[in-house]
Nanobody
């Protein structure tokens, strides 16, 4: 089992910055994917930024140049630095981790952290 705990959300004015953290614990493998997703009210959950299992980094077009994903493997912690925040970035942000099992991949989610950007 894997547990994910997000922190760092809050309220900020447009143009401000926040840094989210996701601490992972439990049975974590070296081969895995990790990423940040968000869900705004009335909208589907969407990928914001991710590390693929192959080592690539992907960003949603809407956050490119403003958000940076990083991780500290020794601490099993992932971060999302969010700069130049916009009101449309307001959402609940979730941490996700995927890793292989015997027959399929398993995906885990954190509880989410609220980010609110006011204009």
């Amino acid at each position: 089992q894997v547990q994910l705990v997000e922190s760092g959300g809050g309220s900020v004015q447009a143009g401000g910055s926040l840094r989210l953290s996701c601490a992972a614990s439990g049975s974590i493998f070296s081969i895995k994917s990790m990423g940040w997703y968000r869900q705004a009210p009335g909208k589907q959950r969407e990928m914001v930024a991710e590390f693929t299992s192959g080592g690539n980094t992907n960003y949603a077009d809407s956050v490119k140049g403003r958000f940076t994903i990083s991780r500290d493997n020794a601490k099993n912690t992932m971060y999302l630095q969010m700069n130049s925040l916009k009101p449309e970035d307001t959402a609940v942000y979730y941490c996700n981790l995927g890793q292989p099992g015997s027959f399929r991949w398993y995906y885990y989610w954190g509880q989410g952290t609220q980010v609110t950007v006011s204009s």
